[in-house]
């Protein structure tokens, strides 16, 4: 310690001042190195944006932004994380389905919107998307004290085979069947028996508005199966709700009867039952959400009860799947389980844009003539494809020519909309579909072309009429089971019980926006 | 001098502005901290917030959005509170932040009438966050990210001054529908940002109980007494010192 001590130099006043000075030049240099950047340097700015956005401030840009969508919808959710502000989204909102633009801000008090999911086909990245409901449905199918029964929409089985590499289109009803029944449901039964069951209603509907029993209730009739349409309507053209046809949409009577003919033909418990539903529609979770789609539980004298418990869309059926490792290509065919499990052709075109004029029109006929429609009817070409308006005409013996028009894709159901409105419309009956192609291009559907394209909808509505023309039944009033419901449950359509069941009412939402009829500047 | 004109009566909460400020500036999604809806808050990863409101009103509800962001102050307390100068208000109208400089000393969040700075508390290297107002954007005549991608023109960008007289104009075209008050014009001494409502701006989150002086100038009113003071007390010492020490020597000389 000594020695080391020995060895240390004394620090003399002017290395310490010279060790100071250094010091102070070297701070003073560091500090400099700061300050000689400029503040800007660091202000931001280290991502991107699309091209779009990069232009001076007075250009137009092609589009700009996303569409609004509230974080309660029962429908659509987006996660943020994956948008890139494309504003497909946008367009398809506002361009297609003449919703987002069409009504003027500021808000009242509520987020507009349809719920019919076109957006969430639109997105490139996968940042819209459905409601995640598969967790409910796992929930049920493992409760062993739940029977759960399942409907499947006309549309899905076009299109499910989509998710396993199958071509657009492929015909996938029975495997669907086998796949479901796999995934533990107790019943697998179909929309498409419903469907029939729409058929029978809505057309003697439409015969007693044109001999005029039903007071209040004006010609031309609409369809009400699109749920996205019904809202649509009651946002933006409620004074035209008398028109719509008071049945509800497949999917509800479904689920009214599920919990009551088939609960009582199977002798079970209807609190027992979870009754979900395969849709190839975002709007149908809506739908089903209804303060009002609980008939099933006013049946009972239990308002709890709900007619539908769970919806999922086709995508999210793929999930399910999927995750149990079920490969659908693989899968043997089966039927469907009876007393709500057989269609006809008319039902099975109900996916099709047209599909439920022909189905009405077919059935109509038989109603008012007594006879079979002739076989032009079978084969309703006006009404068929892809054009944004159709119309068509049928002459039927003792009521004249009926005139008939279908829509798809509400910015085209906005024209027939204002000629009604003006009261220049020609037409008995209308068919409206919120979604381009019908319910085969519904916001539920496999995303198998980005954005969605007409020739997958073409291919997929051609499966449907193919199907039906090869069908051992063509018209709704031909289908066993239904006519076994009329005699052991319902009596006769529009009978008392049947109102109660399979029918509705709606709600205006006019007051909900400032309704315009032409878009604002939007985008 | 630019700036942004917010008209709340446009807007449809769709988000697009938080998600082009995340994508702009490179900032992180943080699903516990949202930028946009019920929960929306500022963050150091959130420059833009937008907040959902539901307002009671006689006729029933109302549903609104609210962007929040940096203000811009025409005369920054932020900028002045800093004794390193890492904030800058900019010709162009951004008031710039400059991490290099900054000592993380945070006395530009205590300083801001409008709570806007947000501390990387989580960070080794913290820095000070708040909106930039995309100042290299806005340097090359774009717009800031947020009003590019907005679709309803809740937000319009321009000459503070255009907008100003805008903003007027439109209270003055529907009176009924707007409050008569653009929230920025003379909140402490004016911002660049600017705000027009149909609802009381305290109902949606502004405080309006505030000076229409800023707040530089508000503490200047004490500070610039600093010189003198400093200056007269040297003067008083040195007479007084001058004073003692001539009558010790005079003592002394006895």
């Known amino acids: 310690m000594d020695g080391f001590l020995e060895h240390e130099k004394e620090m003399t006043r002017r290395a310490f001042l010279k060790m100071m000075a250094g010091l102070g030049l070297a701070g003073l240099a560091a500090t400099a190195g700061g300050c000689l950047h400029h503040a800007e340097l660091s202000a931001g700015g280290e991502g991107w944006l699309p091209y779009q956005y990069n232009v001076p401030g007075t250009w137009p840009a092609q589009v700009r932004g996303r569409v609004p969508i509230d974080p309660s919808s029962p429908s659509i959710v987006r996660d943020d994380r994956k948008c890139i502000l494309c504003g497909q989204c946008l367009e398809v909102c506002r361009d297609t389905q003449s919703v987002l633009g069409y009504y003027d801000l500021p808000l009242v008090d509520e987020v507009v919107c349809i719920n019919c999911g076109q957006c969430a086909l639109a997105c490139p990245t996968g940042a819209l998307s459905e409601r995640d409901d598969t967790e409910k449905v796992w929930q049920a199918l493992e409760d062993l004290n739940r029977f759960v029964v399942v409907q499947t929409a006309p549309a899905t089985r076009v299109a499910l085979g989509e998710e396993f590499g199958l071509p657009p289109g492929t015909w996938v009803a029975g495997k669907q069947v086998a796949a479901l029944r796999r995934l533990g449901f107790d019943a697998v039964l179909d929309t498409n028996f419903t469907a029939d069951l729409t058929i029978m209603e809505e057309a003697t509907e439409l015969i007693k508005r044109v001999k005029g029993e039903l007071p209040g209730k004006p010609l031309p009739q609409f369809t009400s199966c699109s749920p996205a349409w019904v809202k649509f309507c009651e946002y933006y053209y409620p004074d035209l709700l008398p028109h719509m046809s008071s049945c509800k949409s497949p999917q509800q009577m479904f689920g009214a009867l599920a919990k009551t003919y088939y609960a009582k033909k199977k002798n079970i418990d209807p609190e027992k039952i979870f009754s979900v539903s395969i849709m190839p529609c975002t709007a149908k979770k809506f739908e089903a959400q209804r303060p009002e789609m609980n008939d099933s539980g006013l049946y009972w004298g239990k308002p709890s009860i709900r007619d539908v418990d769970a919806v999922l869309t086709t995508r999210e059926l793929a999930k399910m799947l999927k995750q149990k490792g079920i490969d659908l290509t693989g899968l043997p065919e089966e039927d469907y389980d009876p007393l709500m499990g057989k269609c006809t052709g008319g039902a099975i075109i109900f996916g099709a844009t047209g599909g439920v004029m022909e189905a009405a029109v077919r059935t109509a006929y038989f109603f008012i003539t007594g006879n079979e429609p002739p076989p032009n009817l079978l084969n309703l070409t006006p009404v068929r494809g892809l054009s944004g308006v159709k119309e068509g005409a049928v002459d039927v013996p003792g009521v004249g020519t009926v005139r008939v028009a279908v829509c798809h894709g509400m910015a085209n159901g906005r024209q027939v909309l204002e000629a009604v409105r003006r009261g220049r419309a020609p037409w008995h009956f209308v068919e409206f579909m919120a979604c381009p192609g019908g319910c085969i291009g519904g916001g539920g559907q496999p995303r198998t072309a980005v954005p969605p394209t007409d020739e997958v909808r073409a291919r997929r509505i051609a499966s449907l009429y193919d199907a039906d023309a090869k069908w051992v039944w063509r018209e709704s009033h031909e289908n066993p089971e239904i006519l076994a419901l009329y005699q052991e449950f319902l009596e006769h359509p529009m009978s008392e019980l049947a109102e109660k069941l399979l029918h509705t009412e709606y709600v205006s939402r006019g007051h909900q926006l400032r309704a315009r009829k032409t878009v604002e500047a939007v985008g | ?254």
């Open chain 2, 1 to 254: 001098m630019n700036g942004v004109l917010v008209d709340i009566t446009r807007c449809v909460g769709c988000g697009s502005c938080a998600v082009a400020c995340k994508l702009y500036n490179g900032l992180n999604w943080d699903v516990a901290s949202p930028a946009i809806g019920e929960k929306a808050a500022l963050k150091a990863h959130n420059w833009t917030a937008v907040e959902t409101r539901r307002i009671g009103r006689d006729e029933g509800k109302v549903l609104r959005f609210v962007k929040k962001q940096c203000l811009h102050c025409l005369e920054p307390a932020c900028a002045s509170a800093c004794f390193v100068s890492a904030f800058k208000k900019t010709r162009e109208g951004p008031v710039v932040y400059n991490e290099r400089i900054c000592v993380g000393c945070r006395y530009c969040m205590l300083a801001c009438p409008f709570s806007i700075p947000r501390y990387e508390w989580d960070a080794v290297y913290p820095r000070v966050r708040k909106c930039q107002m995309c100042f290299f954007r806005v340097r090359e005549g774009e717009m800031p990210a947020c009003v590019s991608v907005c679709p309803t023109q809740a937000l319009s960008f321009g000459k503070r001054e255009e907008l100003l007289h805008e903003a007027k104009a439109r209270i003055a075209a529907e009176p009924n529908r707007y409050i008569n008050h653009v929230y920025g014009e003379h909140e402490y001494g004016g911002t660049s940002w600017l705000y027009i409502s149909d609802v009381p701006f305290e109902e949606i989150g502004f405080r309006t109980d505030v000076s229409k002086e800023s707040i530089p100038h508000w503490t200047g009113r004490v500070t610039k007494w600093t010189l003198p003071v400093a200056a007269g007390w040297t003067a008083i010492l040195t007479a007084l010192y001058l004073y003692t020490k001539r009558r010790a020597e005079a003592e002394e000389g006895h």
